[in-house]
């Protein structure tokens, strides 16, 4: 199996990748490192990948853009999500006191926004494709430092000069899982512990349900499996009382919401898509009741593909703070 992931190796998107392939029994795995979150994605729209490993939202700063943008754009389907402790540390060849320009990607930069601030006020802000691209770049210069994980400091040969300089302790990313929507060959959707991953989204259709893999020691199980199912509606702009109905659609059926965002359709300002994650799967009755009628308030004249169901998937569940935040070498 490939998993596609934001490149190069140390970056946060190479520890999730990792401990979900760990999480999963995956074996014989090839991780393929790509430029940035959009040659990550379509790698796996395209066939470059198997699945890929996307970042979609942090603690701190909320949900990626362009990761929102390209699941609507493009024909990929979510099949799990994993979640991610992040740890930035101030990175460098040479002291503090020679820092003069301070690189990492645009949510590293934006999530120690006060930290630069305070410490670091006269330092020049490079944004990089990744963290672990910046980490790399750091080590050609003493006066570059870059924002980045421990991973990376050990990877690219570089200093630990500050640990943990988020501005918020509680710092998390949560990643998703996708393959293409179109049908891969046999051959290639078997992972390396037999993992299907056609059918991987339905192992959780069942409350009772448990995921299994194999592992050197036999048949491993991985807990019980809550499900979510992730889409995105479009809204007349004008018509009162639109978002209300939607909302009234999961609500009168007791349907538990865990995120619903709005996103700018680009057409015009004020024109919106919102996406929404709820508890459930869409194979069941009350889900399927659900979303025919969001389809009939979602429905529009000037727009015949007002739904568009991402699908349905293992919800992360946190069994503690390994799962997040893993010491062992198979994750990092």
Same mark, same amino acid.
């Given at each position: 199996?490939?998993?596609?992931?934001? %490149?190069?190796?140390?970056?946060?998107? =190479?520890?999730?990748? @990792?401990?979900?392939?760990?999480?999963?029994?995956?074996?014989?795995?090839?991780?393929?490192?790509?430029?940035?979150?959009?040659?990550?994605?379509?790698?796996?729209? @395209?066939?470059?990948?198997?699945?890929?490993?996307?970042?979609?939202?942090?603690?701190?700063?909320?949900? *990626?853009?362009?990761?929102?943008?390209?699941?609507?754009?493009?024909?990929?389907?979510?099949?799990?999500?994993?979640?991610?402790?992040?740890?930035? $540390?101030?990175?460098?060849?040479?002291? /503090?006191? @020679?820092?003069?320009?301070?690189?990492?990607? /645009?949510?590293?930069?934006?999530? $120690?926004?006060?930290?630069?601030?305070?410490?670091?006020?006269?330092?020049?802000?490079?944004? &990089?494709?990744?963290?672990?691209?910046?980490?790399?770049?750091?080590?050609?210069?003493?006066?570059?430092?870059?924002?980045?994980?421990?991973?990376?400091?050990?990877?690219?040969?570089?200093?630990?000069?500050?640990?943990?300089?988020?501005?918020?302790?509680?710092? !998390?990313?949560?990643?998703? *899982?996708?393959?293409? =929507?179109?049908?891969?060959? #046999?051959?290639?959707?078997?992972?390396?512990?037999?993992?299907?991953?056609?059918? !991987?989204?339905?192992? $959780?259709? #069942?409350?009772?349900?448990?995921?299994?893999? =194999?592992?050197?020691?036999?048949?491993?199980?991985?807990?019980?499996?809550? $499900?979510? &199912?992730?889409?995105?509606?479009?809204?007349?702009?004008?018509? /009162?009382?639109?978002?209300?109905?939607?909302?009234?659609?999961?609500?009168?059926?007791?349907?538990?919401?865990?995120?619903?965002?709005?996103? /700018?359709?680009?057409?015009?300002?004020?024109?919106? !898509?919102?996406?929404?994650?709820?508890?459930?799967?869409?194979?069941?009755?009350?889900?399927?009741?659900?979303?025919?009628?969001?389809?009939?308030?979602?429905?529009?004249?000037?727009?015949?593909?007002?739904?568009?169901?991402? %699908?349905? !998937?293992?919800?992360?569940?946190?069994?503690?703070?390994?799962?997040?935040?893993?010491? &062992?070498?198979?994750?990092?």
């Amino acid at each position: 199996m490939i998993i596609g992931m934001m %490149g190069p190796e140390g970056s946060y998107s =190479e520890r999730a990748a @990792k401990l979900w392939a760990l999480k999963n029994g995956l074996r014989d795995v090839e991780f393929r490192y790509f430029a940035d979150i959009e040659d990550a994605f379509l790698a796996a729209v @395209k066939g470059k990948a198997d699945i890929s490993v996307i970042p979609v939202e942090n603690s701190i700063e909320g949900s *990626v853009g362009v990761t929102l943008d390209l699941l609507l754009e493009n024909g990929a389907v979510i099949i799990g999500e994993i979640v991610v402790k992040i740890e930035h $540390c101030l990175l460098s060849k040479g002291g /503090p006191e @020679k820092i003069r320009v301070i690189l990492s990607h /645009p949510q590293g930069l934006a999530q $120690c926004r006060h930290f630069l601030k305070k410490h670091f006020p006269e330092a020049e802000l490079r944004s &990089t494709g990744s963290t672990s691209h910046a980490a790399r770049l750091a080590g050609e210069f003493e006066e570059m430092a870059a924002i980045a994980s421990p991973e990376a400091a050990e990877r690219y040969g570089l200093k630990i000069l500050l640990s943990n300089v988020q501005d918020r302790k509680e710092n !998390y990313t949560r990643f998703l *899982v996708i393959r293409s =929507e179109k049908k891969i060959p #046999s051959d290639r959707t078997q992972g390396g512990a037999g993992v299907d991953m056609e059918s !991987y989204s339905d192992s $959780c259709m #069942s409350s009772g349900h448990r995921l299994h893999s =194999e592992s050197g020691a036999g048949i491993e199980r991985t807990g019980l499996s809550a $499900c979510k &199912t992730s889409l995105i509606v479009y809204l007349e702009k004008d018509r /009162p009382g639109a978002l209300y109905e939607l909302l009234g659609a999961f609500a009168k059926r007791g349907i538990n919401l865990t995120k619903i965002e709005s996103r /700018p359709s680009k057409k015009e300002l004020g024109d919106y !898509y919102f996406y929404i994650d709820f508890e459930g799967h869409t194979g069941d009755a009350l889900i399927k009741d659900a979303l025919e009628d969001i389809k009939s308030k979602a429905g529009t004249k000037s727009k015949s593909n007002a739904l568009k169901v991402l %699908g349905s !998937y293992p919800a992360f569940k946190n069994s503690g703070s390994a799962s997040v935040n893993t010491e &062992t070498q198979e994750t990092q």
